[in-house]
C-alpha cells in the first residue's frame, strides 16, 4: 500500500521538487498550492502515483483550516510545509496586511496543519513533519551593512520554524514520528522573483538538492538540516551555546549586565572585555 504525503506550495520551487521526489519514491501526493492551473500541470506528469491538487490560500482562516481538515482526516505519512511569502521590505515600510500574511503562511500555517496531522500519525505509529525554513533564521545578529537585504518578520518567521520543529520533535520522537526543518540558503526558484529581487548573478542551490539533502537528512537523524553548511559542528555549535544559555539562567539579576568589562561588537552581540 502507498504511502500519502501532502506538500504546501507545491506549484513551483522546492514544493514542486518535493512532491517529484516524493512521486518517484512511491508516495501517493496531495498538493496544494494558490495556482489550480500549476497544480494541475504537476499532477498530470506523476502519473506512476495517484495525485490530489487542492488550491488553498495558507494567508487565510479558511485555506489553513481546508488544509487541516485534510491532514486531521487522511492517513498521512508525511507533512512537507513549504508554502512561503517573503515581503521584503523595512519593518517600517511594511504594511499590515502583509506583515499578517507572511505570519500567516510561515508560523501559523505550519503549526495548524501539524497539529492536525500528529494525533493520527501518534495513533499509526509514525510520521513526518518536514518543515522548510532557511539559513537566514540564523541571521539575527547580522549588522544591517552585512544583510541589508534581511527584513526583520521574514527572518523572525524562519528561526521561529526551527525552535518549534527542534521542541516538536523532542515531543514526538517518543512516539515513532519525526520532524526536521530544512534550511537552504538562495535556491534557484521563482521565488524571489515574485519579491522584485533579481538574484540571477548569486550563486544558489538547485530545488533538488535541496529536497536531496532533506531526505537524506532523515535517513541519518538530522533535525536540522542546513543542506549549504559543509561544516555541520558550527550548527551543533550554535544550539550548545543556546542550551547552555538556556541552562544558566537565574531568578537573580545577572551582575554582568552593568559591568563596564562588558562591550557591544554589533546589534545583538555582547562579548565580555579581555
Known amino acids: ?23 518517484a519514491d512511491g508516495y501517493d501526493l496531495v498538493v496544494t498550492g494558490r495556482r489550480r492551473d500549476r497544480l494541475e500541470e504537476l499532477a498530470a506528469t506523476l502519473t506512476s502515483v495517484e495525485v490530489e491538487p487542492m488550491t488553498a490560500d495558507l494567508s487565510t482562516d479558511e485555506g489553513v483550516d481546508a488544509i487541516a481538515a485534510v491532514c486531521a482526516t487522511q492517513p498521512l505519512a508525511m507533512l512537507v510545509n513549504n508554502a512561503g511569502v517573503a515581503h521584503y521590505m523595512p519593518f517600517a515600510d511594511l504594511p499590515a496586511d502583509k506583515a499578517s500574511e507572511l505570519v500567516h503562511v510561515k508560523v501559523a500555517a505550519p503549526v495548524m496543519l501539524a ?37 526583520a518578520v521574514y527572518a523572525g518567521a524562519l ?40 538574484l540571477s548573478a548569486v550563486p544558489r542551490m538547485s530545488a533538488q538538492d535541496v529536497v536531496t539533502a532533506s531526505l537524506r537528512g532523515l535517513e541519518l537523524g538530522a533535525v536540522v ?50
Open 159 to 198: 528561526a521561529y520554524l526551527v525552535t518549534m520543529t527542534q521542541a516538536l520533535h523532542e515531543e514526538i520522537s517518543p512516539d515513532g514520528l519525526r520532524a526536521q526543518v530544512v534550511c537552504p540558503g538562495v535556491v534557484a526558484t521563482e521565488f524571489h522573483e515574485r519579491q522584485g529581487l533579481d
Open 1 to 23: 500500500m502507498s504511502k500519502l504525503a501532502l506538500v504546501t506550495g507545491a506549484s513551483s520551487g522546492i514544493g514542486r521538487a518535493f512532491a517529484q521526489r516524493l512521486a
Open 225 to 274: 538540516c542546513a543542506p549549504g553548511v559543509e561544516d555541520a559542528s558550527l550548527l551543533d555549535a550554535v544550539f550548545r551555546a543556546d542550551l547552555a544559555a538556556f541552562g544558566a539562567q537565574s531568578p537573580e539579576l545577572a551582575q554582568a549586565l552593568p559591568d563596564r568589562r562588558m562591550r557591544h561588537l554589533a546589534p545583538g552581540r555582547i562579548v565580555p572585555q579581555s
Open 115 to 151: 497539529r492536525a496531522a500528529v494525533p493520527g500519525m501518534i495513533a499509526r505509529g509514525e510520521g513526518t513533519i518536514i518543515n522548510v525554513s532557511g539559513m537566514i533564521a540564523f541571521s539575527g545578529p547580522a549588522p544591517q551593512a552585512q544583510l541589508p537585504l534581511r527584513r
